[in-house]
């Protein structure tokens, strides 16, 4: 089966950045497209960013554009989260998610999930 491995969550500073990535072990198909996703404390799991199998086409929340970047290395199963200027309300759970599905926001198309990294962004 396959397995999503997140890593590089941490504290920062706000207005700081981290890099969050995603490593795909076991089984892995040269169609899927990935995401991420984040869940904070008493709210619900939101989409975040997504990337499609080529990555030539990505998706973003409103509320991060502009500050964070999904990127994918295709060779090493990878997806990346670039996330700059980060603000308090960025603290939340990440997830990422593979789906063989097109690019997609919605959560209940995507077949695979990691365990999830915390990100806290301090005032």
């Known amino acids: 089966q396959v397995q999503l491995v997140e890593s590089g969550g941490g504290l920062v500073q706000a207005g700081g950045s981290l890099r969050l990535s995603c490593a795909a072990s076991?089984?892995?198909?040269?169609?899927?497209?990935m995401g991420w996703f984040r869940q904070a404390p008493g709210k619900e799991r939101e989409f975040v960013a997504a990337?499609?199998?080529?990555?030539?086409?990505?998706h973003y929340v409103n509320s991060v554009k502009g500050r964070f970047t999904i990127s994918r290395d295709g060779t090493k199963n990878t997806v990346y989260l670039q996330m700059n200027s980060l603000k308090p309300e960025d603290t939340a759970v990440y997830y990422c998610?593979?789906?063989?599905?097109?690019?997609?926001?919605?959560?209940?198309?995507?077949?695979?999930w990691g365990q999830g990294t915390q990100v806290t962004v301090s005032s």
């Open positions: 998610a593979a789906t063989h599905w097109s690019v997609t926001t919605m959560r209940s198309r995507y077949d695979y």
């Open positions: 990337i499609s199998w080529s990555g030539d086409s990505t």
């Open positions: 076991g089984r892995t198909f040269s169609s899927y497209a």
